[in-house]
Every structure is written in C-alpha cells, then in structure tokens.
C-alpha cells in the first residue's frame, strides 16, 4: 500500500492496532525522515523491517506490545537519532 511514496518524508501509523509489520514494508520510502508507530499492537519487529530507510531520523515504537527488540533490527537506520520505545 505504500508502493509508489518515494517522496514521503513523514509517516504516521499511530493509532492503528497494527500488529505487525512485514519485513520490506517501507523499502521504497528512501526518503523518509519521520515514522511514528506509536500505540499500536506491535509485538514483534524484524529484522528487515526497516530495511531501506536510511533517511530516517525520528521513530516512535512506544505504546506497543513489543518486549524486545534485537539490536540488528536499526542496522540500516544510520541517521536515526531519536527513537522511543
């Protein structure tokens, strides 16, 4: 459903009861500063979730059902500064 955003800086999914996210859902949103998945149902996030947003600087997982998160999960996030969660 994202396919097609390649110029979107800011997302916001907050407030979805999203409960997971598939490895590669934002690949094409190379540009992409801005993530906000706060208060969903998330309980697991994988390792390639985030894989292709290089851009991002900003991600808010808080108000989720995640217990853990694997550290290589923020591997491609290389300009991420602040992340809640």
Excluded: C
């Excluded at 292709?52 to 989720?64: H, I, K, P, R």
């Excluded at 996030?77 to 809640?84: K, Y």
């Amino acid at each position: 459903t994202l396919s097609g955003l390649t110029s979107l800086m800011y997302l916001s999914l907050q407030n979805n009861l999203l409960t997971r996210i598939e490895d590669g859902a934002f690949a094409e949103l190379a540009v992409l500063k801005f993530l906000n998945l706060y208060n969903n149902s998330l309980t697991w996030v994988g390792p390639q979730t985030f894989s292709g947003l290089a851009s991002v600087t900003e991600l808010y997982l808080t108000l989720n059902l995640l217990t853990e998160i694997e550290y290589a999960v923020f591997a491609e996030l290389v300009v991420l500064h602040d992340v809640l969660w």
